[in-house]
């Protein structure tokens, strides 16, 4: 009986999926948003430089929001590979935002640091490991 795992999320845990949930909310708006400046520039006449790229990028972000929502619906019903794939994520999002830092980034670029970084401590604790590992 001791070894059973508590049912209810811990604390960090639901907030670290707050922050998910943020995460993904923001990828979606972002790059919806820059989907229609880059299609309305188009319209007007003005060249977009790298289009191509421009657009697969927006595609991706827009692809990470929606794996960002699958993630948060599923994480109350402790799948393994929901921290995994967050974790990744996170990985992917510091790496983003130094290299961003490293080319002019700007306040933006620091509150998504920290919030990669608070999600991802969050869930390489012994709580967010428990969580996960029914």
Known sequence: MADQVSERMPAS????????WFQAVANAFGAFALLYEVN??????????????????????????????????????RYRWVRA????????????VLFGLVFGGGLPMVVGLVLALVIGSVLLTDKGLEWFNR
């Open 85 to 96: 794939v967050v974790l990744s994520i996170e990985a992917v999002v510091v790496l983003n």
């Open 13 to 20: 845990v639901k907030v670290a999926f707050v922050g998910v």
């Open 40 to 77: 309305a520039r188009l319209d007007h006449g003005q060249e977009v430089p790298n289009l191509g790229l421009v657009r697969g990028l927006l595609y991706l972000s827009a692809a990470v929001a929606v794996v960002l929502v699958i993630c948060g619906i599923l994480a109350p019903r």
